[in-house]
């Protein structure tokens, strides 16, 4: 698939990111794709790809731009490594809630003028934080995203979470799929219940599924990646978008 290293102006600076599509001529419907974690890598570089020839054009931003170069992380080490750890959240901890809406802001308006964009409506998904963030956008951008998934991404509606997507379920206009990780503390039980509870009071369109794998199934270079877990996510994806944001 065609890939293009673009650099789009946000609020704060600089954010380098590629776009991804289908084709070298045309126009589709958007996908931000939010990585996790670990950030950009060459992993969801060919996630990005993938996704573009479902027949997207996806923007996969560096969402740790404010922080410099793309960060660098082995992900086996960061689960051994206490010191590689506590680089990795400090880097997540960095990320506020306003840095999210605003960036998910410049990209919209970055995507609005691409020519391989068509529509204005378009579609998340993210993987770990990026499952968060992917939910957060939707609630804050109504009536731009049309279609949000949320692959084992954590704290989706945790009690003492004043920025909880659960609390921005009255807002969310658009279809949500949200796959949990089997035994996750990030997301456990009752956050489930929780979140369910939200878009079903609301009336959001979702399915909250739990896969019988761990936190980190779909992303391939995860020490917890799971091949039967990915196949599954990667049909619930086509699934999702083939309904709520046809190409």
Do not use: K
């Not at 082995?74 to 990795?88: C, K, T």
């Not at 880097?91 to 529509?119: H, K, N, Y």
């Amino acid at each position: 698939m065609p890939r293009t290293n673009v650099i789009l102006p946000t609020d704060d600076g600089l954010c380098p990111a590629t776009v991804h599509s289908p084709g070298s001529s045309g126009s589709w419907p958007a996908v931000i794709l939010y990585p996790d974690a670990g950030g950009v890598r060459e992993t969801f570089l060919t996630m990005a790809g993938r996704l573009a020839g479902l027949g997207y054009t996806v923007l996969l931003p560096n969402v740790y731009y404010r922080m410099g170069a793309y960060p660098s992380f082995d992900l086996a080490a960061v689960f051994d490594d206490p010191a590689e750890r506590q680089r990795l959240m400090s880097l997540v901890q960095s990320l506020t809630t306003d840095m999210i809406v605003s960036d998910a802001g410049a990209f919209l308006e970055f995507l609005a003028a691409r020519p391989e964009v068509s529509g204005t409506r378009v579609g998340t998904t993210g993987y770990c934080m990026g499952g968060r963030i992917s939910l957060i956008v939707a609630g804050h951008y109504p009536d731009r995203i049309a279609a949000a998934a949320s692959f084992h991404g954590g704290r989706l509606a945790a009690v003492d979470d004043p920025d909880s997507p659960a609390l921005l379920a009255d807002r969310i206009r658009a279809t949500i799929y949200v796959a949990a990780a089997a035994n996750d503390p990030s997301f456990p039980p009752e956050q489930h219940h929780r979140l369910e509870q939200a878009l079903t009071t609301a009336g959001v369109t979702h399915t909250i599924q739990a896969y019988p794998a761990a936190h980190g199934f779909a992303v391939p270079d995860n020490p917890t990646y799971d091949q039967t877990a990915d196949q599954q996510h990667w049909t619930a994806l086509t699934n999702l978008y083939a309904t709520a944001l046809p190409s």
